[in-house]
């Protein structure tokens, strides 16, 4: 498997990143071709040392790094990409690596 | 469920690292109380633009946040913490939170 991280720094808004979030980009991220399971983080994203500096953290599961490009290459991936700019105020730090249990 | 995200940035010797980390490291984290499911990062970890920072990120399931709490409160959770000083030579951002599926 591999992980699409998408970490959104806190954004200036916290309550129209949430409803924008929720509502619109969710749906489009979902669309993505080949995405597995999508999990988003609930309630505050922390450290050992206290708070972090993210708002929001989403794990998108597909089944190879190629498909994580293949989705993002795609039409219904450039959708998702391009309505970052409309929620994601704070900043967006992503991550892209195949996983193996150990 | 909730994960304990821990990336590790590019060490000064990936490969010294690389051994520290599978024969010392994932044994002494394995042993923390509540821990569901272990995935690392296999290959690089990328961006969309390139490279990333990080050599390495691991994936620790447990239950909840305060699983997580009480596994690194533990004995085995401080020595796993410990042995950190002893290859995460270029640094390591660790994230904690709760997640729910969308």
Not at 27 to 38: F, I, Q
Not at 62 to 85: H, N, P, R, W
Request: aromatic share 8%; no cysteine; glycine share 6%.
């Amino acid at each position: 498997m591999a992980q699409l991280v998408v970490m959104y720094k806190t954004p200036k808004d916290p309550a129209a990143f949430d409803k924008h979030y929720f509502a619109t980009h969710v749906p489009l991220a979902k669309r993505t071709p080949g995405l597995r399971k999508y999990e988003v983080s609930k309630g505050p994203v922390g450290t050992p040392a206290g708070p972090s500096a993210y708002h929001l953290i989403a794990l998108l599961h597909y089944d190879d790094v190629a498909a994580i490009q293949q989705a993002m290459a795609s039409a219904e991936g450039k959708a998702a990409v391009a309505d970052l700019q409309n929620f994601a105020t704070g900043g967006v730090d992503i991550l892209i690596f195949d996983t193996r249990a150990v």
